[in-house]
């Protein structure tokens, strides 16, 4: 059963996320795809030995203007896996809004926020997250953090309804222009 909402949750977010890249679609002539290669977090709540070495990997794809403008809108699609804070294999499908400060093959600072479907982390369903990356040319350093509030009472026999917020680090490597 629960495989079976998972399957209608992924499909409808897919659809949401064509439709909003199909309603853009006149104003998106490039397309980016980009390698996310995940790291290391950090957790505020140090009661408990949670995972920080995060490795996993991710594909963006980047929908923009070829415009050459110092500051440039896109909508990006990604989807990925990575080891959690639990030691389990996480998923993620999200779409959303990047705004990029500077020129794609120079010196850039971007941020924005992905909205979908997450399995892992302790976040099972919609949610959302931000998302600041700094970067040169094709390469990106990322830091994202953990929006999602977080029981404050702790059972203190399940790390997993602790009160705790995380940072993470990831790489970001631009593959291919099309």
Not at 11 to 22: D, G, H, P, W, Y
Not at 33 to 62: C, I, K, M, Q
Not at 70 to 92: E, M, Q
Not at 102 to 117: C, E, I, K, M
């Amino acid at each position: 059963m629960l495989v079976g909402q998972y399957i209608v949750c992924m499909n409808k977010i897919l659809i949401f996320s064509l439709l909003i890249l199909s309603i853009q679609a006149s104003a998106l002539d490039k397309t980016d795809l980009e390698l996310t290669v995940f790291g290391l977090s950090y957790h505020t709540n140090r009661d408990y030995d949670y995972n920080e070495v995060n490795p996993g990997l991710g594909l963006n794809f980047v929908f923009s203007s070829k415009d050459d403008n110092f500051w440039h809108p896109s909508w990006v699609l990604s989807g990925g896996f990575y080891k959690d804070s639990y030691s389990d294999t996480a998923t993620y499908l999200l779409v959303g809004p990047r705004l990029t400060l500077g020129y794609d093959d120079s010196f850039h600072v971007s941020g924005g926020f992905g909205a979908g479907y997450f399995n892992g982390s302790g976040n099972n369903g919609l949610g959302y997250i931000p998302v600041v990356t700094v970067g040169y040319d094709w390469f990106n350093v990322g830091i994202t953090g953990d929006p999602f509030s977080k029981s404050e009472t702790v059972d203190v026999g399940d790390k997993r309804v602790a009160y705790t917020k995380m940072v993470a680090v990831f790489l970001n490597f631009r593959v291919l222009t099309f």
